[in-house]
């Protein structure tokens, strides 16, 4: 049986640093995809972008239809071993937010966990400020809660449709990324015991 967790987080959480490091600590065996390389790999096929941040500024039509390929080759991945998924609940193109699993995407990748990483917006603006090499947009902190906002409820409706639980984990500076890591980890065992 295919089998997903996805994990979420707006760009400069420390979704990727999590996942590396909780890859490192579990007993069961994942493979991380991540959502945006494969798109990115489609993209670069079609010759459209040549930088995966300029990915969510391609018409929505576009994004749509790499969205829906990248998710039906990540099923083929999943269906030869479990997958740690890392993407976004929602994609803050120039024109609105994008859901990042649209019905017919959540219907393929039907996962067992949502996991969404926070912090807090000053501590997402000051990773970001110190990541140089991703072309980040430039938000405010009011923004990026309300960005935080939206990928809460846009988990919600991808429950409606998979059997996925939700669960929130907080990265927070000094301590917090060991427990959001110990965090991580729980659940990746959890989830697979559970599969078996
Ligand atoms: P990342 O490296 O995780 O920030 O992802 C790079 C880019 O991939 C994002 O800015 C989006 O354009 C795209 N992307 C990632 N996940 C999704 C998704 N689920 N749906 C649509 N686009 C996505
Ligand atoms: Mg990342």
């Known amino acids: 049986m295919p089998f997903v967790v996805v994990i979420t987080g707006i760009p400069g959480v420390g979704k990727s640093t999590i996942t590396k490091l909780a890859l490192q600590r579990t007993r069961a065996k994942f493979r991380v995809v991540n959502f945006g390389d494969i798109m990115f790999e489609e993209a670069v096929k079609a010759k459209l972008v040549t930088h995966r941040d300029e990915m969510r500024k391609l018409s929505l039509k576009v994004q749509r239809e790499l969205q829906l390929k990248a998710a039906q ?51 997402i603006l000051g990773r970001r400020l110190r990541d140089l090499k991703r072309d980040r947009d430039v938000e405010t902190e009011e923004q990026i809660q309300r960005h935080q906002d939206l990928n809460r409820a846009a988990a919600i409706s991808y429950a409606m449709h998979s059997n996925a639980l939700i669960k929130i984990i907080e990265n927070h500076e000094d301590k917090g990324l060991e427990e959001a890591v110990n965090e991580l980890v729980k659940i990746l065992d959890l989830a697979v015991e559970e599969d078996a």
């Open 73 to 123: 080759r990540i099923l083929e991945i999943s269906r030869e071993e479990p997958v740690l998924l890392d993407t976004h609940a929602t994609i803050k193109t120039p024109l609105g937010y994008m859901l990042g699993f649209p019905k017919e995407v959540i219907e393929v990748i039907n996962p067992k966990f949502i996991v969404i990483i926070e912090a807090t917006p000053s501590e």
